[in-house]
């Protein structure tokens, strides 16, 4: 049960594109493409924006993307915008009913 | 519109106990998987237990068992965290979550947990 593997920080200029990366291994990420990915705000709750590796819930922008490649899991915004500044976590299930968060990526919109 | 409300948190010793609660609203209680997820200050977010719709699976994160369980009652719309033996690493702002789609699908606000001497 160790955490995915994200990069710490990641910054971009508003109209430009990032990617955050979440590493995992073959029993979680490699295993199941049940990743999901989550934004949060400073003091508040975590959003979802990305489930089942590339779906949207109703009403998340498709600024946001998710993918997946081996046991990597990926989400690239695309034009950024200065309100996507914030935290952002990857979720993979790992199997046996349990789940493995990321360490979370810090998100800076110079 | 869906609401999940945590109460319970507190200070405690290490040692000691703490109940947590969620409240849910707007949605049929009984057709969903619940989570709880907690938060360190200034850290990432870890998972920590689910149940199942009818409370009759429930898992846990390594660290936790046999010292935390989760319940529900799905009668009052309301699901549970009972914690003992807290550890000073055990501090941080618990979040009720939902379960849909294989994610968490909507959160609670949070309640802030304290262990310490």
Known sequence: ?110 | EVQLVESGGGSVQPGGSLKLSCAASGFKFSDYWMNWVRQAPGKGLEWVTNIKEDGSEKYYIDSVKGRVTISRDNAKNSFFLQMNSLRTEDTAIYYCARGWSNSLDYWGQGTLVTVSS
């Open chain 1, 1 to 110: 049960q160790s955490a995915l593997t994200q990069s710490a920080s990641v910054s971009g200029s508003p109209g430009q594109s990032i990617t955050i990366s979440c590493t995992g291994t073959s029993s979680d990420i490699g295993r199941y493409d049940l990743v999901s990915w989550y934004q949060q705000h400073p003091d508040k709750a975590p959003k979802l924006i990305i489930y089942e590796v590339s779906k949207w819930p109703s009403g998340v922008s498709n600024r946001f993307s998710g993918s997946k490649s081996g046991n990597t899991a990926s989400l690239t915004i695309f034009g950024l915008q200065a309100e996507d500044e914030g935290d952002y976590y990857c979720l993979s299930y790992a199997g046996s009913n349990t789940w493995v968060f990321g360490g979370g990526t810090k998100l800076t919109v110079l």
